[in-house]
Each structure stands twice: as C-alpha cells, then as structure tokens.
C-alpha cells in the first residue's frame, strides 16, 4: 500500500507572474564611482548660481580632519563660510586670497556643527568614493585664470 506524497515532498510549482510580482522588487544597480551622471536640461543647469569668490580666511573645521572652514568674499558685501573637503590636498595659508569658484545658492546646511553656505568647485583624477587610498587622489581647486571681482558670474 503506497501512502499520499506529503506537501513537503511534493516538488514546488512554477513561478507564476502573479506570484512574481508579490516578490520585493529588485535593488537598483549600485552606482558606479565616476560613471557619467544624469543628463540635465539646460533649465535645470541655468538654476544654478556658479560666482567667483575670493578666500579671505581659512581654518581646519573644529570636527573634521578633512575640512576647512572657509570664509569668502562673493560680492555680496557680507562674508559667507563653506565648509570644503580639501584640507588633504592644500594648507591653509595657500587658499588665503585665491579667487575660488562657487555654488552661491546651495542650500545652507550645517556640517559637525557648522553651517556652510554653498560649495567651491574643485576637479579631481579619481572619485573619492572610489579612492582606496585618499593620499593618491590629486584635488584641484577650480579658479579664474585671471583677476576679476568677487561676485562675479561664472556661465
């Protein structure tokens, strides 16, 4: 006499596309570190306000080895503080009196405590969430190649 297959010994049924779709759907790929980013339209690109700005101090940020804490001259006759991730690669003393370029409407926000209000532009050779090593990533401030007053737009 043969006994009934139990459910537990019987082979599972093929996947149906209902039972499909009750899955989780799948993770996005992870992004790859220096693949080309989204492409903007020139709308969108013309919102950003890009100025030139002179460094009138800089200081290591209290909270951060890798930060500075900047105070700029962008035209606007009141000092703005941006807190940049370039203290690795420069000194202090060397930023003092550089004209920079900047993203003038960042949204302020505050980092360890203290808040920057926009962001200097800066090229580098390898992406730094790509960077084994940081020491072998070259940073490099952007700036005019010439003279021109704080406040000054960058198109």
């Known amino acids: 006499m043969t006994t009934p297959a139990t459910p537990s010994a019987q082979t599972p049924a093929p996947s149906t596309p209902a039972a499909t779709s009750a899955a989780a759907p799948a993770a996005p790929p992870a992004p790859v570190p220096?693949?080309?980013k989204p492409?903007?339209?020139?709308?969108?690109?013309?919102?950003?306000d890009l100025r030139v700005a002179k460094v009138i101090s800089a200081e290591n940020h209290p909270k951060a080895d890798r930060l500075f804490k900047l105070q700029v001259d962008d035209g606007s006759g009141t000092p703005r503080q941006i807190c940049a991730g370039i203290r690795d690669h420069y000194k202090a003393e060397d930023l003092v009196g550089r004209l920079i370029i900047i993203v003038a409407n960042l949204a302020p926000r505050v980092i360890r405590g203290e808040e920057s209000r926009g962001m200097l532009l800066a090229a580098s050779d390898v992406p730094k969430d790509a960077a084994a090593d940081p020491a072998t990533r070259k940073v490099i401030v952007l700036r005019p190649?010439?003279?021109?007053?704080?406040?000054?737009?960058?198109s």
């Open 34 to 36: 220096g693949a080309p």
């Open 145 to 154: 190649d010439a003279e021109i007053a704080p406040g000054s737009i960058v």
């Open 39 to 48: 492409v903007v339209t020139f709308e969108e690109f013309a919102k950003l």
